[in-house]
């Protein structure tokens, strides 16, 4: 009795020690800027022959989903739209009677980030995820991408503005006479008289008596 409860213990010993080792899932990570302060975060995964995972997005009721965690973001950086997934399978599950959402073969996550803090270099994620052939494992990958430090902003360069030539007319005025008085210099104006009206002459007639 005792030597059977022992193999039982050896034999699922084994199962876990196996579990453990095997990795059906062979991951790597890759940084693709976008701008000084916008990135991609994209990971890479290669899935043994015959294996699959489940999608964060499959179904409720099913296996269990891809949990995916970015750490530290509060004032570090921000997520821009959620997580984006290469291509995917949808088959029917006898066992949850549900469709399930599953990679095979390959498996690729892209999550856009801005970054928002001055002293950020490195952003850590962890992926949470079970993969399945005929048992299940249930399995996890944390990530550390490496963000450049930056060293300016862009910024708006604004033309120039042409300058505008304009031409300036210089117009001769009369400068008034000046008759100095006593060293003082005194402004002359000459008064020039208005022209005299003509008098209408009356007519009148004169008249002559001839006498004989």
Known sequence: MKKNVFILFAFLAFLSASAQIIKPVKWTSRLQKISDTEFNLIMDGTIDEGW?????????????PMEIKYKDQKGNYELIGKT????????????????????????????????TGK?????????AYQVCK?????????FTFDIPKITAKETAVTPAIPAVK?????????KPD??????????QVKQVAAPKK???????????SLHF
């Open 198 to 208: 003509k008098k209408k002459r009356k007519a009148f007639s004169a008249s002559f």
């Open 134 to 142: 005929q048992s299940c494992i249930n399995d996890d990958k944390d």
């Open 52 to 64: 699959h995972v489940y999608s964060q997005f499959t179904p409720d009721g099913g296996s269990l």
């Open 119 to 127: 002293n950020v270099t490195k952003i850590n994620v962890n992926v």
């Open 84 to 115: 984006a997934e290469s291509k995917t399978k949808r088959a029917f599950s006898d066992v949850f009677e549900v469709d399930e959402i599953m990679f095979e073969k390959k498996v690729v996550l892209t999550q856009k980030v801005r970054i």
């Open 166 to 174: 304009i031409d300036t007319v210089v117009v001769d005025t009369p």
């Open 178 to 187: 000046t008759v100095k008085s006593n060293g003082i210099a005194k402004t």
